[in-house]
């Protein structure tokens, strides 16, 4: 997920996902990155549900 839609790894998201950075701060995910984030479920949802679909 990381990878695919923010080109970063999977432990840079899990510490914005937690609101930290690699120095234990508080760094939640900025403006563009909240926008990214919600398309990016969109498109996850989307995805999902055109495979139950075919089941």
């Known amino acids: 997920f990381a ?3 923010f080109h970063k ?3 840079w998201f ?4 937690h ?3 690699k120095n ?3 760094e939640a ?3 563009e990155e ?3 984030l919600r398309s990016s479920l969109f498109d996850l949802s989307d995805r999902i ?4 679909e075919q089941i």
Do not use: C, P, T
């Not at 549900?49 to 139950?52: E, G, Q």
């Open 3 to 5: 990878n695919r839609y």
């Open 9 to 11: 790894s999977s432990s």
């Open 14 to 17: 899990y510490n914005k996902f």
């Open 19 to 21: 609101e930290r950075d």
């Open 24 to 26: 234990g701060e508080k």
């Open 29 to 31: 995910f900025n403006d």
């Open 34 to 36: 909240l926008a990214l």
């Open 49 to 52: 549900r055109r495979a139950a």
